[in-house]
């Protein structure tokens, strides 16, 4: 098994960055694939960001050019979030790609980090 923990949420008034923080525990090899979704309030949950082991990045629209995700490849996945707009304000969780002992591929998710954007 393996936990997510995202850390790095919080309120921020609009123009300003956050940087979230995922952090993986458990017994796998690596990160194979890693991405930030988020969840407006009252709408459902979006992929945002993607990021594979051979560094290829994708982004919606809406935050391309203001947000970069990235990876340490053994543990952790970030998301630098700059030029914070008030639709940017939702639940942020990740989800990561690894392999297992095994060799096998698994996703797992974490819990969310709440990031308020004031305008």
């Known amino acids: 098994q393996v936990q997510l923990v995202e850390s790095g949420g919080g309120l921020v008034q609009s123009g300003g960055s956050l940087r979230l923080s995922c952090v993986a525990s458990?017994?796998?090899?690596?990160?194979?694939?890693v991405y930030w979704y988020r969840q407006p309030p009252g709408s459902q949950r979006e992929l945002i960001a993607s990021?594979?082991?051979?560094?290829?990045t994708n982004y919606v629209p809406s935050v391309k050019g203001r947000f970069t995700i990235s990876s340490d490849w053994k543990n952790t996945v970030y998301l630098q979030m700059n030029s914070l707009r008030p639709e940017d304000t939702a639940l942020y969780s990740c989800?990561?790609?690894?392999?297992?002992?095994?060799?096998?591929?698994?996703?797992?998710w974490g819990q969310g980090t709440q990031v308020t954007v004031s305008s």
């Open positions: 990021l594979t082991i051979s560094h290829v």
């Open positions: 458990g017994e796998y090899r690596n990160l194979q694939q």
């Open positions: 989800r990561v790609m690894v392999i297992d002992r095994e060799g096998y591929a698994k996703n797992y």
